[in-house]
C-alpha cells in the first residue's frame, strides 16, 4: 500500500537551498579499481546556494514529475530523471514506497560545471526537501548515507561548515575549530570542466616520463588544519593545494591568465577550485576581496566574478521560497 504523503508534513511543497563547496586542501591519490580515486580534503561551504523546491503534483495534472531549471547556465544541466535531484527525489520516493508525484523546480545560484559541487548541492537540497515533504524524519547520518550513494560530494553539501573529506570524499569529519570568516572572490569561465575528464587528465600526467616528480602531492593537512584555528587569512592562503590544478591548466591553459590577473589584482592566493574551471582569489578581508573582485573583472578574462565569503552552514529546509540562506 503506497503511503498517503499529503499528511506527514501537511506540506505540498518544501523548498530547501545547498551551497557551494569549494576545496582548501584537495590531496588525490591513485586511481582506485572501482574508477575513483582516494582523497584527502577539507572542504568548506560558501555562501553561493542552489535553491530547489519539491512539490506533490496532483494525479491528473501535466507536468507531473517535471525538472524545471532557471538561473544561469541552466540550458546545460539535464531535466531528465539523470538530473542528480530528481535521483535524489526517486530514491526517497521508492524509499517511502510512494508512487507520489513529485515535481521539481531548481534555481542555480552555484557555477554549473564548475568545480564548486552545484550538481551535487542540487541533490542535497533535494534529499532535504524531499525527506520533509514525505514526512521521512531521515536524521543527517542517514540523509548523508543516500547522499554518498549520489555522488562523492553530496553528503558534504549536506553537512557545510568546514571538514575533513576522506575515501572518494564522501566519508567527513568536522573541523569545528575552523571559524574564522574567509572572504574570496570567484572567478567563471566561459565553458565548463567534466569532472571526470580533469581526474583522468591527472592520471594521464602523473604517467608521463617524469610527471611523478613534476607533479608533487599535496601533502598532509595538519599545517591547513592548524592555520584554520587562527584568524590570519595569509596563513591560511599560504598553505593551500589542490593536486587537480595542473590537470585543469593543462586541460584549459587560459586559465593561467585569470590565475595571473588575480595576484596582479593582490589576492593573497588564486588558485583552481576544485576540478575547475572556476578559479578562486583568497583575500585578507572583504574590502580586499571588493578591490579583487572589481580589477580582475576589469581584465576580461572571466565571464562573470562574484564575491563570496565562507564557512557556511549546510543543507536545510526554507520556509519562505525568497528567504536568504542561513550562513
Ligand atoms: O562522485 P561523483 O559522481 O561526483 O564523481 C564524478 C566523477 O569524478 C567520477 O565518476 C570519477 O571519474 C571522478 N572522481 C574520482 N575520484 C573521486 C571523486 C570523483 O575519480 N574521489
Known amino acids: 500500500m503506497p503511503r498517503d504523503v499529503s499528511t506527514p508534513a501537511g506540506a505540498r511543497a518544501v523548498t530547501a537551498v545547498a551551497p557551494a563547496k569549494i576545496n582548501l586542501h584537495l590531496g588525490v591519490g591513485d586511481l582506485r579499481a572501482d574508477g575513483f580515486h582516494d582523497l584527502l580534503t577539507v572542504y568548506r561551504a560558501v555562501d553561493l546556494w542552489e535553491r530547489v523546491t519539491v512539490a506533490l503534483v496532483d494525479g491528473d495534472d501535466a507536468d507531473d514529475d517535471e525538472v524545471v531549471v532557471t538561473g544561469p547556465g541552466a540550458d546545460q544541466v539535464p531535466t531528465d530523471r539523470t538530473n542528480l535531484a530528481a535521483r535524489a527525489?526517486?530514491?526517497?520516493?521508492?524509499?517511502?514506497?510512494?508512487?507520489?508525484?513529485?515535481?521539481?523546480?531548481?534555481?542555480?545560484?552555484?557555477?554549473?560545471?564548475?568545480g564548486m559541487a552545484g550538481g551535487s548541492a542540487?541533490?542535497?537540497?533535494?534529499?532535504?526537501?524531499?525527506?520533509?515533504?514525505?514526512g521521512l524524519g531521515l536524521g543527517r547520518a542517514a540523509l548523508e548515507e543516500r547522499a554518498a550513494r549520489l555522488g562523492s560530494d553530496v553528503p558534504f553539501c549536506i553537512r557545510g561548515g568546514t571538514a575533513l573529506g576522506t575515501g572518494r570524499g564522501e566519508t567527513l569529519a568536522p573541523l569545528l575549530h575552523a571559524r574564522a570568516e574567509q572572504h574570496l572572490v570567484v572567478a567563471l569561465a566561459d565553458d565548463g570542466l567534466s569532472t571526470p575528464?580533469?581526474?583522468?587528465?591527472?592520471?594521464?600526467?602523473?604517467?608521463?616520463?617524469?610527471g611523478a616528480r613534476e607533479l608533487p602531492r599535496a601533502g598532509g593537512v595538519e599545517p591547513l588544519v592548524?592555520?584554520?584555528?587562527?584568524?590570519?587569512?595569509?596563513?591560511?592562503?599560504?598553505v593551500l593545494a589542490n593536486d587537480l590544478?595542473?590537470?585543469?591548466?593543462?586541460?584549459?591553459?587560459?586559465?593561467?591568465?585569470?590565475?595571473?590577473?588575480?595576484?596582479?589584482?593582490?589576492a593573497?592566493?588564486?588558485?583552481?577550485?576544485?576540478?575547475?574551471?572556476?578559479?578562486?582569489?583568497?583575500?585578507?578581508?572583504?574590502?580586499?576581496?571588493?578591490?579583487?573582485?572589481?580589477?580582475?573583472?576589469?581584465?576580461?578574462?572571466?565571464?562573470?566574478v562574484r564575491l563570496t565569503r565562507g564557512p557556511v552552514a549546510g543543507a536545510h529546509v526554507i520556509d519562505n521560497p525568497q528567504q536568504t540562506p542561513e550562513q
Open 89 to 114: 527525489v526517486d530514491l526517497l520516493r521508492s524509499e517511502a514506497g510512494t508512487d507520489a508525484r513529485l515535481s521539481i523546480r531548481i534555481v542555480k545560484g552555484v557555477p554549473v560545471a564548475g
Open 122 to 134: 542540487d541533490a542535497a537540497a533535494a534529499l532535504v526537501a524531499t525527506d520533509r515533504l514525505l
Open 226 to 238: 592548524e592555520a584554520l584555528a587562527g584568524d590570519d587569512p595569509a596563513r591560511v592562503a599560504g
Open 197 to 210: 575528464v580533469v581526474f583522468a587528465e591527472l592520471d594521464r600526467l602523473r604517467a608521463e616520463p617524469g
Open 268 to 304: 593573497l592566493r588564486g588558485m583552481v577550485s576544485g576540478s575547475g574551471p572556476t578559479c578562486l582569489f583568497f583575500c585578507a578581508d572583504r574590502e580586499q576581496a571588493i578591490a579583487v573582485a572589481a580589477e580582475v573583472s576589469e581584465t576580461g578574462v572571466a565571464r562573470e
Open 245 to 266: 590544478e595542473p590537470a585543469a591548466l593543462s586541460l584549459m591553459p587560459a586559465l593561467r591568465r585569470t590565475l595571473r590577473a588575480g595576484a596582479e589584482a593582490g
